[in-house]
Structure formats: C-alpha cells, structure tokens
C-alpha cells in the first residue's frame, strides 16, 4: 500500500509560489517529526525543512524567510508552503516521515516518490 502521498509540485516562473503537500496514511501512528529534502541533479540530498510533533519547525538557511512548513497532526499531513520561489530552487522534493514502530519502539523512516518542482527564470 502506498503509505505517503505527495502533491503540489510544478513549473513556475522566479517570484511565483507554489505549496506542496504530504499526507501519510492513517495507518501510520507515532509520528516524530515530518519534513521535505530536495535533490538536484548532480547534488546531494539536503534537508529543506522539518517540523516535530509539537509543530516546532527547522529551516534550512537558503530557505529562511521564504518557505513555511506545517503539519496538521489529526489529518496526518504536512505542508510546505514556498514563496519568493528561485531558479536555484528548482529539485526533486521529498516528503520524509519518521516514526516509531515495533516492539523496540525504534525510528524509522519513509520517503515519498518526490515531486519535481522547476522554477524558470
């Protein structure tokens, strides 16, 4: 089954925003924090945003004053809400989710597929 479903990714022109959206499968339960990681071609993974269970939020630098994220605990979803976008933006997003699972409570992770977002100059 799919377990995160994402959405909201697309072509803009510089300036313009746009909001992307993650939702997690009901079926999902102990929810650490949730976040968005982009990759460009030829760069590495890097963290854009995160937000913890108590909606406390964590930004990357290049993003601050531009990007919101958000969450909505009962809905199981998070959002992040991209303005001011920059051709440097463009990436692949990915929605992360950590929780806890199992019998030893450990951390574990999933990833949406990504969502390609392109901002054109």
């Known amino acids: 089954q799919v377990q995160l479903v994402e959405s909201g990714g697309g072509l803009v022109q510089a300036g313009e925003s746009l909001k992307l959206s993650c939702a997690a499968s009901?079926?999902?339960?102990?929810?650490?924090?949730m976040g968005w990681y982009r990759q460009a071609p030829g760069k590495q993974r890097e963290l854009v945003a995160a937000?913890?269970?108590?909606?406390?939020?964590n930004y990357a630098d290049f993003v601050k004053g531009r990007f919101t994220i958000s969450r909505d605990n009962a809905k199981n979803t998070v959002h992040l809400q991209m303005n001011g976008l920059k051709p440097e933006d463009t990436a692949v997003y990915y929605c992360?989710?950590?929780?806890?699972?199992?019998?030893?409570?450990?951390?574990?992770?999933?990833w949406g597929q990504g969502t390609q977002v392109t901002v054109s100059s």
């Open positions: 992360n989710v950590r929780y806890y699972r199992g019998a030893y409570y450990g951390l574990y992770d999933l």
């Open positions: 937000i913890t269970s108590g909606y406390s939020p």
């Open positions: 009901e079926t999902i339960r102990s929810i650490n924090t």
